[in-house]
């Protein structure tokens, strides 16, 4: 069974830094990695696809990296409105589906 | 604009059955594989049940198998999820959330706003 284990859990961040979120696999399976974004309150948003493709209208800061079982989400400089909840997601072992338990990015 | 909106979430006793519905609109909902995800309160998410195009390749998560059924009625553009068996760990946040091909796999490109669910006596 995949474990997408993320860290940190939570990151402490002035608007204007760079957030770098992690994401690792139990397994190597692919690079069919997604990363989505949750506010309080709010249902999630796709962010990023295949580990490093933009989902449409999300803005450039955002991006993503990494392969085997190493994946980065970075954001280059935070927005007030970026603070929230991340979370990783691979889809292996069709059809299952595994989240990580989220890395909570919050403003300090 | 494309939009899913959830309902029938409320308060059911364990042991319990409840139906909850996804309303489709702003998009083709017969052309999408379509998923039911939730989230205990302070949890991350967990993928429950997919359906797939004309109802065929439907799936579930083990932790609900046997107890949930996963439904679509593409002439309504609605998912539903009948839920029986009821546990106090199935209490969550229902999701549903869009199935679509990006890249080289599926990915979850919509969601709707959630509807919960409370198993409690």
């Known amino acids: 069974e995949l474990v997408l284990t993320q860290s940190p859990a939570t990151l402490s961040l002035s608007p204007g830094e760079r957030a770098t979120l992690s994401c690792r696999a139990s397994q190597s399976f692919s690079s069919s990695v997604a990363w989505y974004q949750q506010k309080p309150g709010q249902a999630p948003r796709l962010l990023v696809y295949?580990?490093?493709n933009r989902a449409p209208g999300i803005p450039a800061r955002f991006s993503g990296s990494g392969s085997g079982t190493d994946f980065t989400l970075s954001i280059s400089s935070l927005e007030p409105e970026d603070f929230g909840v991340y979370y990783c997601?691979?889809?292996?072992?069709?059809?299952?589906?595994?989240f990580g338990q989220g890395t909570r990015l919050e403003i300090k | 604009d494309e939009q899913l909106v959830e309902s029938g979430g409320g308060l059911v006793k364990p042991g319990g059955s409840l139906r909850l519905s996804c309303a489709a609109s702003g998009f083709s909902f017969s052309n999408y594989d379509m998923k039911w995800v939730r989230q205990a309160p302070g949890k991350g998410l967990e993928w429950v049940s997919s359906?797939?195009?004309?109802?065929?390749?439907?799936y579930y998560a083990d932790s609900v198998r046997g107890r949930f059924t996963i439904s679509r009625d593409d002439a309504k553009n609605s998912l539903y999820l009948q839920m029986n068996s009821l546990r106090v760990e199935d209490t969550a946040v229902y999701y549903c959330a869009r199935d679509r091909y990006y890249g080289s796999s599926h990915y979850f490109d919509l969601w709707g706003q959630g509807t919960l669910l409370t198993v409690s006596s």
């Open positions: 359906i797939g195009v004309s109802g065929t390749h439907i």
């Open positions: 997601q691979q889809r292996t072992n069709w059809p299952s589906i595994t």
């Open positions: 295949d580990a490093s």
